[in-house]
């Protein structure tokens, strides 16, 4: 349980071999390696992650791909050869979990569907993403499964239409990162099933299961109430304001008079006494009003004037910052979710700072030990763990089988 | 690990202490309960989680709550009285996991700190969930964590903002929804270490890192490149065309051209031919000239006409749904993600729909077994089952440190 540092990791005994690629698979597969876990990444010789086609590039690597392939080893070989498949056999037959996110029936014309995994090693847990699940009217088609799809599918882009109504995709990958963080779960619930019963079993999520469970309050309104109810408001969740020095969010919640404490702050007669702002419905219906009341106020001074008076009656407020800004806050830095990552194989370069750690565990606390691979930079070391001989895998190499890097 | 089907679940030999409300706590917990935890929801006598105060309500219950309790059980308990905190111990002293996501220090006033919890149980994992970490600027105060200020600090309203450039803010709980699985996935990870070492530890997830982490290929642009480069766009990654009968989503990545097939299904000459538009950084600076192009076209069918023809060339398409005609799509009812819940106590209603379980375990399927629990629904039960007379509880109703309902 203890690696050479000698800090024990949640998952220092687990093997994964990993068919993931692009953000889902390998968002999950980068918080197994985190804890512990060995991940092998299997890729395409010469081309690997397509993630890898993505900029912007730094010292010649994609800078997403380094982002969620850290801790990873890669181990680059052909599948559709027989010894290629041969040699991942082999590797599974000494793994703990096969994790892929590929589209509907790759794995199985591969021969390595979960009949032929399970059959070969019944300890193995099977993980596989998908963008619409493993049967039904779409999930049964080998239509690719991608954020945008699922962000359209679940409400997602309706409801985040622009105000000139039309629909708009949330800039960042929801779907792919919510399903890979499931993924991740139902890894592990597996794991301790395991740990009963010696059995490994399928694990399955996709991405439209991920994303309507993240609309789990939404999806109780219109099912069980009216469609529409999905979309009332309340101007004093969430309310936007432009200070002096930019935009500033504004919540009052969970206290009886939230709009009071704001007019104390705001030092103006309390609007919460004025029939039209004296319900949430009533604030609702008369929002724009509200709106622009707080609006003539807030413009008057910076968010360093705002935040902390709004503080000091418990209404929060923020600036709303760029993701630049962001990841410069104090907050930020001290929580190590911005970290350096060691370059690897780029000599003389800077190290790169990736997103960090975000589940801490006190007492077996997760790290980043390497930087994400080349393509095939671990071949030799794999292959050789499972009894490859140095001249075999130089063969492997000649003939294209493998990839080394 | 059988229950009384005879299905095995994941976690069913598992005890939760759960003191969490709202969105964040609840959906880790929920998820616990899903896959056959125990979990003992700990709730203010006559008040409860304040996810209750919420609408719409149908025959008095909040459906945003019983979206996100099913499952659980409910122990209604003053834990400020001397009688009440005795009896949480107790339950605390049989639990495997505790579970809050008070503001900070709030666990600690109570006497339910990490410190007291380890000593009375070091078997226990004690999982926090808060809105910005444990300690540092912000985390180190009491300033109470929210979805909406999550996504302030961490770039997200900002890049979603409106095409009038005022930030927007996500319309649903993708901070509150990632930070718990995030939990859940922290505390599954202690449950396999405490398999090893016999020890629980503490795990701590924020709102904050539980979002940066899913903008990890933002951050890995903005901090190895441009602060601009996070913007950059591709016009076919997620193109919004209306159709004669809505919007549409077109996505064409992951092959050589994917213009060029997409010229083929609109029947039009190759504009992938055409200089302004013969690479993804020309096409981006000449967006509003393609994006009317394929407009034109796209304007003169529906959806059913174009989806299958897109599927044919291996491009993603998908009409925009709104979330009530989302929850009716075949391909979610196939993948039981809206599900029936049995009403509880309301008697002579209609069972509820909500939110189904998006981890499929192959061998340990989670289950739906119970409604959201009424406020102090399970007292009588969780307080005999550890020793406490039916007398001493009568007492202890009648004192008003337990509630019975």
């Known amino acids: 349980m203890a690696n050479e540092s000698g800090v024990r990791r949640a998952l220092s005994d687990i093997r994964v071999v990993d068919f993931?690629?692009?953000?889902?698979?390998?968002?999950?597969?980068?918080?197994l390696?985190?804890?512990?876990?060995?991940?092998?990444?299997?890729?395409?010789?010469?081309?690997?992650?397509?993630?890898?086609q993505f900029g912007p590039y730094v010292d010649g690597e994609s800078m997403p791909y380094?982002?969620?392939?850290?801790?990873?080893?890669?181990?680059?070989?052909?599948?559709?050869?027989?010894?290629?498949?041969?040699?991942?056999?082999?590797?599974?037959?000494?793994?703990?979990?096969?994790?892929s996110n590929f589209r509907q029936g790759v794995m199985e014309t591969l021969g390595l569907g979960w009949d032929e995994v399970h059959r070969r090693n019944p300890r193995v847990i099977y993980a596989s993403g998908s963008g619409y699940g493993s049967g039904g009217p779409i999930g049964s088609t080998r239509k690719m499964?991608?954020?945008?799809?699922?962000?359209?599918?679940?409400?997602?882009?309706?409801?985040?239409?622009?105000?000139?109504?039309v629909p708009r995709r949330v800039p960042i990958a929801i779907a792919d990162i919510s399903a890979g963080n499931m993924l991740m779960e139902?890894?592990?619930?597996?794991?301790?099933?395991?740990?009963?019963?010696?059995?490994?079993?399928?694990?399955?999520?996709?991405?439209?299961?991920?994303?309507?469970?993240?609309e789990a309050w939404g999806i109780a309104t219109v099912a069980n109430s009216s469609p529409e109810a999905d979309h009332?408001?309340?101007?004093?969740?969430?309310?936007?304001y432009l200070a002096t020095d930019g935009y500033l969010v504004v919540t009052g919640l969970f206290k009886p008079n939230p709009l009071q404490a704001i007019c104390e702050?705001?030092?103006?007669?309390?609007?919460?006494?004025?029939?039209?702002?004296?319900?949430?419905?009533?604030?609702?219906?008369?929002?724009?009003?509200?709106?622009?009341?707080?609006?003539?106020?807030?413009?008057?001074?910076?968010?360093?004037y705002w935040v902390p008076r709004f503080d000091a009656v418990d209404v929060l407020c923020m600036p709303v910052m760029s993701l630049d800004h962001a990841i410069e806050q104090p907050q930020v830095t001290h929580n190590q979710m911005i970290v350096e990552v060691p370059?690897?194989?780029?000599?003389?370069?800077?190290?790169?700072?990736?997103?960090?750690?975000?589940?801490?565990?006190?007492?077996?606390?997760?790290?980043?030990?390497?930087?994400?691979?080349?393509?095939?930079?671990?071949?030799?070391?794999?292959?050789?763990?499972?009894?490859?001989?140095?001249?075999?895998?130089?063969?492997m190499v000649a003939s294209g089988v493998v990839g080394i890097n």
């Not at 993931?20 to 918080?31: D, E, L």
């Not at 390696?33 to 890898?52: T, Y």
């Not at 499964?145 to 109504?165: E, F, I, L, P, R």
């Not at 010696?198 to 299961?209: A, F, H």
Request: aromatic share 2%.
């Open 145 to 165: 499964g991608h954020d945008s799809m699922a962000q359209a599918m679940t409400g997602v882009m309706h409801v985040n239409a622009d105000s000139d109504g």
């Open 343 to 395: 370059h690897g194989t780029h000599s003389g370069t800077k190290p790169q700072r990736h997103v960090g750690i975000p589940v801490k565990l006190g007492t077996t606390p997760g790290e980043i030990k390497t930087p994400a691979p080349d393509i095939g930079a671990n071949s030799h070391e794999v292959l050789a763990s499972l009894g490859y001989s140095d001249t075999k895998i130089a063969e």
């Open 232 to 240: 009332l408001g309340n101007p004093l969740d969430g309310g936007v």
């Open 186 to 214: 139902g890894i592990l619930l597996a794991l301790i099933e395991r740990g009963n019963s010696g059995e490994g079993q399928k694990v399955e999520v996709s991405l439209i299961d991920a994303v309507l469970w993240m």
């Open 33 to 52: 390696a985190d804890h512990g876990a060995e991940v092998i990444k299997i890729e395409r010789p010469g081309i690997g992650d397509l993630s890898r």
């Open 66 to 99: 380094a982002s969620l392939n850290r801790n990873k080893k890669s181990l680059a070989i052909d599948l559709k050869s027989e010894e290629g498949l041969k040699a991942v056999y082999r590797l599974i037959d000494s793994a703990d979990v096969v994790v």
């Open 265 to 304: 702050v705001l030092q103006i007669d309390d609007l919460s006494q004025q029939d039209r702002f004296s319900t949430v419905d009533k604030m609702t219906e008369n929002s724009s009003e509200l709106e622009s009341i707080i609006q003539s106020e807030i413009e008057k001074h910076s968010s360093e």
């Open 20 to 31: 993931t690629q692009v953000i889902f698979g390998p968002s999950c597969t980068a918080q």
